[in-house]
């Protein structure tokens, strides 16, 4: 059931018959989640900000699979490299920055986890932990409660594929399979977990080979062709709506950063690769596609540059500006307090 | 009031608790037609159909990674781990994840959920069929742990979970399964989670226990009562949170503690129970606090011989009883 990518982009014109402001759209938040990522790393350096981890290289992964999702509505559970896919879903970039800085109104967390690990629940960004893979399994449950309860939402998870060797990922997918559950599994494949290479962590060519084996498709595409994500996440969606059941995305995408803020990936990775990395940039790709099809001038493509870099300024100045946790509230949210009886 | 034994009284909470909220599902091994390896689920599959009441497969961590899952999408999920023994895998979600969702993102996600386990020994389950798991999930704030030993408080405490926000570790000791009988009122009521129960008053010294060792004491308290010996036995029945309020106001009336529990000594439960007694009862002790638990041996082994040296028994714990009296 591996579903080749040929078959994909054999589909319709350039764009899927998205119109062009949403391909525009979609190119604002691509930059926007880079222009944010880069003014982390900048923050970082300056020591303002103590931990920062990318999404750059995944932008056309998460914003291609968003746009295929219903917002507000569909649960996503992304990972810490889902900055695309949080701001696709309507976290906002001040929202972002508060995070990072740690803040009292800072969404996901009031300040309390790592960066990055994003959770709002009037947007159904399920809160994230450290552990890698316990989301997986949190996915087939809600899907598993979205059938119970007779809904059409689906879930919505990613993760690495270093993480596809945890058990969380097997059990979750197999009982995903089993009961037909509305999940999207998109794996970001990215080659590497920290300094580990793909080829250490699986004996299978891609992340898309497992889903045939628990008896549900597996789709491998170019997870920096951000159209091409777009419409194996829409049919994954429309899939998962009607009651089929659950897919496997790899979608292979680089890693334009290290690991993290603590990691120095040149300790691992041969300078030609971290060249040839630079030119597999999602954005740059898009920009041309648009380009060429004549969605974008140039005109255009600067004044949404512009635009984005003032919204980041912004977002970072109102978020340093907010301020920190109250000590004595340590203490709150150990134990929700008792609801009424219904 | 129908008596009834500890394991219907719980069949009767979660048939009750199905029948009367929608959102209620159970999860877990061989829950559907056979009705769980214990029969605590027997009738429901048929009654409420496999939508609710569900197979899982045999995987404890996505068992409890789904119910939290399940649970932030607005139904209410009583996982069932056939055994305490094989919680183990699910370590991880039940403790970073079930434990620590309300308070990582700020009190804005709850997880109402009950995962149900028989634990203990004393029925021949050997190493892996015996064990008891409290103190791993007891020290871990964000969880509550809730050990009934008596037909009405397991039903009782059982609707309370099911209806708490929070992750609730229901502890079942399967020994008290079908040995113990009580009278369940015909009437909806709640015992709420957290206050301890004077099961038996007395005056002379305090004994704190919960599961099956609750009963054990029980037994050793009226031995003693024989003697002229008056033991007040107090059921913890919630370990977290404790209710350290009826604990040192009994330590305070008698001046003396025992704690027992069937999991082993070193790290056990009883040195948390103790710790509080000695911090805050001091003044009040007219005896050194001691506890009785089980040996610090991996687990309990199968041969009779050796899981009855290994189980404390009515005579070792009033043997107990006796030496603190005599302070
Ligand atoms: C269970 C667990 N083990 C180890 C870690 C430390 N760790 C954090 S990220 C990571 C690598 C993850 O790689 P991958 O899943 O490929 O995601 P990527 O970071 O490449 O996007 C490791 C080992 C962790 N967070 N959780
Ligand atoms: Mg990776």
Redesign the interface.
């Known amino acids: 059931m591996t579903v080749s990518i040929n078959e994909i982009s054999a589909s319709p014109g350039f764009g899927h018959d998205l119109p062009p402001h949403t391909l525009q759209d979609m190119l604002r938040y691509m930059m926007l989640a880079r222009a944010l990522d880069e003014r982390m790393w900048v923050l970082n350096r300056a020591g303002k900000a103590p931990f920062v981890i990318s999404c750059q290289g995944h932008e056309a992964a998460q914003v291609g699979a968003a746009f295929a999702l219903s917002r507000g509505k569909d649960?996503v559970l992304p990972y810490y490299r889902g900055l695309a896919t949080v701001l696709v879903m309507g976290m906002t970039p001040t929202e972002v920055m508060l995070g990072l800085f740690a803040r009292a109104t800072?969404?996901?967390?009031?300040g309390?986890?790592m960066p990055a690990?994003y959770?709002?629940?009037r947007l159904k960004i399920?809160?994230q932990?450290s552990?890698v893979g316990?989301q997986?399994?949190?996915?087939?449950?809600?899907?598993?409660?979205?059938?119970?309860?007779g809904g059409d939402a689906v879930?919505w998870v990613s993760f690495g594929e270093g993480t596809t060797s945890q058990?969380?990922f097997h059990?979750?997918l197999?009982?995903a399979a089993?009961h037909r559950l509305p999940v999207i599994f998109q794996c970001e494949n990215n080659e590497y977990a920290i300094s580990v290479h793909q080829r250490q962590q699986m004996a299978v060519a891609s992340v898309a080979d497992r889903g045939p084996a628990y008896g549900i498709p597996g789709i491998s595409v170019d997870g920096t062709d951000v159209l091409a994500v777009y419409e194996v996440t829409r049919r994954a969606v429309e899939r998962a709506r009607r009651g089929d059941g659950p897919t496997l995305i790899e979608a292979r995408v680089v890693r334009m950063t290290a690991h993290s803020s603590d990691d120095n990936d040149r300790t691992y990775r041969p300078p030609h690769e971290l060249t040839l990395v630079r030119h597999q940039d999602p954005i740059v790709r898009f920009v041309a596609q648009l380009r060429e099809h004549g969605i974008l001038s140039e005109a255009e493509e600067q004044a949404m540059r512009a635009e984005v870099a003032a919204i980041v300024d912004r977002a970072t100045e109102e978020a340093e500006r907010a301020p920190m946790p109250e000590p004595e509230t340590l203490y709150?949210?150990?134990?929700?307090?008792?609801?009424p009886?219904? | 009031m129908p008596e009834m034994n500890l394991l219907e009284a719980i069949r009767q909470g979660l048939d009750e608790a199905m029948a009367a909220?929608t959102r209620v599902?159970i999860?877990g091994e061989d829950v559907g037609k056979r009705g769980g390896v214990f029969r605590v689920t027997e009738g429901l599959y048929d009654k409420y159909g496999p939508?609710?009441v569900?197979d899982?497969?045999l995987?404890e961590?996505?068992i409890?990674?789904?119910?939290?899952?399940?649970?932030?999408?607005?139904?209410l999920?009583i996982a069932e781990i056939q055994f305490a023994d094989f919680i183990a895998?699910a370590f991880?979600?039940i403790v970073?994840?079930a434990a620590?969702?309300?308070?990582?993102?700020?009190?804005?996600?709850?997880v109402p959920l009950v995962i149900r386990t028989p634990y203990g020994g004393g029925i021949h389950g050997a190493l892996y069929h015996s064990q008891s798991v409290e103190a791993f999930f007891a020290h871990v704030?964000?969880l509550?742990v809730v050990t009934p030993s008596t037909p009405y408080d397991a039903k009782g405490l059982l609707k309370s979970a099911i209806?708490?926000?929070?992750p609730v570790l229901f502890l079942e000791h399967k020994k008290t399964y079908r040995l113990i009988k009580g009278f369940v009122p015909e009437e909806d009521y709640r015992v709420p989670i957290g206050p301890a129960d004077i099961k038996r008053p007395g005056e002379d010294i305090s004994v704190f226990a919960y599961g099956l060792m609750l009963h054990y004491c029980l037994e050793a308290a009226q031995t003693l009562a024989a003697e002229g010996v008056s033991v007040e036995v107090v059921d913890l029945r919630t370990l977290r949170?404790l209710d350290t309020e009826t604990i040192l106001a009994s330590v305070r009336r008698t001046g003396k503690a025992l704690i027992v529990h069937e999991d082993n000594l070193f790290g056990g439960f009883g040195g948390e129970v103790a710790a509080i007694i000695a911090e805050h009862a001091f003044e009040d002790l007219d005896g050194p606090v001691m506890r009785i638990g089980g040996p610090d041996v991996p687990a309990m082994p199968f041969a009779h011989s050796l899981e009855a040296a290994f189980m404390p028994s009515p005579a070792s714990i009033a043997t107990a009883m006796r030496r603190l009296a005599a302070y």
């Open positions: 649960f800072d969404p996901s967390s009031g309390r986890q690990h959770g709002c629940r399920v809160t932990s552990p316990t997986i399994a949190h996915a087939a449950g809600i899907g598993l409660a979205e059938k119970i309860k879930a058990g969380d059990e979750a197999n009982l089993v709150d949210h150990v134990y929700a307090p008792a609801r009886r219904r | 909220d599902f999860f939508m609710r569900i899982s497969p995987a961590s996505v409890v990674g789904a119910c939290i899952g399940a649970a932030m999408n607005d139904t999920p895998p991880n979600q970073q994840e620590r969702i309300h308070y990582r993102s700020n009190g804005d996600w709850e704030p964000g509550k209806e708490d926000p929070n949170p």
